[in-house]
């Protein structure tokens, strides 16, 4: 008879989060006064900055009725995390005035929209509102 460890569990659980598209930052990373901590105190339960950053990702490409409802909205969310994590890469400091960085970023959000099937005629007003919820949010990022 097998038995499974606290280890196991957590390694299957990530595999499966990782498969519908979310991703993992270990607890030690995000403490309390860490170079990249997201939370106040071990308490923290909700990192409050990641889920208003999906939030507004997600917003950002729900603004259009038609989109909800070809995709739905488990799909939306997907591609709001996968924007998410590609925009924090691409982000600079100065990314909102080089020319460079921000077409950058511009094509991730693109292929990332073409790639999931984004209806295309609503991809460019999609990409603007991502690269404006971007600016909101990158002064915690970069």
């Known amino acids: 008879m097998s038995k499974f460890t606290e280890s196991d569990v957590e390694e299957a659980a990530l595999e499966w989060l990782q498969e519908i598209g979310y991703s993992y930052v270990g607890g030690p990373d995000i403490a309390p006064g860490e170079p990249a901590a997201e ?3 071990y308490t923290d339960v909700i990192l409050a900055g990641r889920l208003r950053d999906a939030l507004a990702f997600y917003d950002a490409l729900a ?6 409802e070809i995709m739905g909205d488990e799909h939306l969310a997907s591609i709001a995390r996968e924007l998410i994590e590609a925009v924090r890469k691409n982000v600079t400091i100065d990314w909102t005035i080089r020319q460079s960085a921000r ?5 991730a959000v ?10 295309p005629d609503l991809q460019e007003v999609a990409t603007h509102t991502v690269l404006e919820q971007a600016e909101l949010l990158a002064g915690d990022w970069a």
């Open 103 to 107: 077409a950058r970023i511009r094509v």
């Open 63 to 68: 603004t259009n009725e038609s989109a909800v």
């Open 110 to 119: 693109k292929r990332i929209l073409r790639r999931h099937g984004y209806p």
């Open 39 to 41: 939370r106040a105190s």
